[in-house]
C-alpha cells in the first residue's frame, strides 16, 4: 500500500531548477521534491508520498498520522522503525 508519510522540513535548495529539500521523519531523514507544495519553509510540516510533498500539516496532525502509520505497521518504507518515544519534532 501507498502512504503519504508525515515529515519536518530541515533543509531547501534546487536541483536542476527543481525545488528540493530534506525532510525529517522522526529522526529519518530523506530527500524530497517539493514542486507540488506553495513556498515550503524549513520547519514546516509536509506529506511525502513517492518522494515527493503533496500537502502540508500542522505538527500536531503530523504526529498523529506518524503514530496511527507505526501502529499500522507501515513505516517500513523509510528504512527503519524510530523509536518509540522518538518525536517528529526533533529540532
Not at 507544495?37 to 503530523?62: C, R, W
Not at 518504507?77 to 522518538?86: A, F, I, R, Y
Amino acid at each position: 500500500m501507498c502512504l503519504a508519510i508525515p515529515g519536518r522540513i530541515v533543509e531547501i535548495y534546487e536541483v536542476d531548477g527543481l525545488p528540493m529539500g530534506k525532510v525529517d521523519f522522526g529522526g529519518i531523514v530523506k530527500e524530497a521534491c517539493f514542486v507540488y507544495l506553495e513556498n515550503p519553509q524549513i520547519g514546516e510540516y509536509t506529506m511525502i508520498h513517492v518522494g515527493f510533498a503533496i500537502s502540508k500539516v500542522d505538527e500536531a496532525e503530523a504526529s498523529r498520522t506518524f503514530e496511527l502509520l507505526r501502529e499500522m505497521g507501515e513505516l517500513e518504507e523509510l528504512g527503519t522503525d524510530p523509536p518509540e518515544d522518538e518525536t517528529l519534532s526533533t529540532a
